[in-house]
């Protein structure tokens, strides 16, 4: 199984990204994926899962801002983040089959 998370840069504060996350090498719509962020000096925190049914849950901290989806066909997760601000600077990372995506930066200027 391999993850590898994509979307990442740098992005206005009030911007959107989409960051997507590719599973391969395994049965990908078997798969719960959740996506986390891990900012400098910070632990790795749960921002948003997806069970294999589709059934989705949020951080309290992010509800509101983020959306998380999948598409079987493709072997991918999406997550959707609105209203960036500088505090949600971190890396991001996606976590499936029990493994760890590389991760991708997200960098919120002000």
């Known amino acids: 199984v391999q993850l590898q998370a994509f979307g990442g840069g740098l992005v206005q504060a009030g911007g959107s990204l989409r960051l997507s996350c590719v599973f391969s090498?395994?049965?990908?719509?078997?798969?719960?994926i959740g996506w986390y962020r891990q900012a400098p000096g910070q632990e790795r925190d749960l921002i948003a899962a997806?069970?294999?049914?589709?059934?989705?849950k949020y951080a309290d901290s992010m509800r509101g801002r983020v959306t998380i989806s999948r598409d079987n066909a493709k072997n991918t997760v999406t997550l959707q983040i609105h209203s960036l601000q500088p505090e949600d600077t971190a890396v991001y990372y996606c976590?499936?089959?029990?493994?760890w995506g590389q991760g991708t930066l997200v960098t919120v200027s002000s």
């Open positions: 976590m499936g089959g029990g493994l």
């Open positions: 090498g395994g049965t990908f719509s078997d798969s719960a």
């Open positions: 997806i069970s294999s049914g589709g059934i989705y």
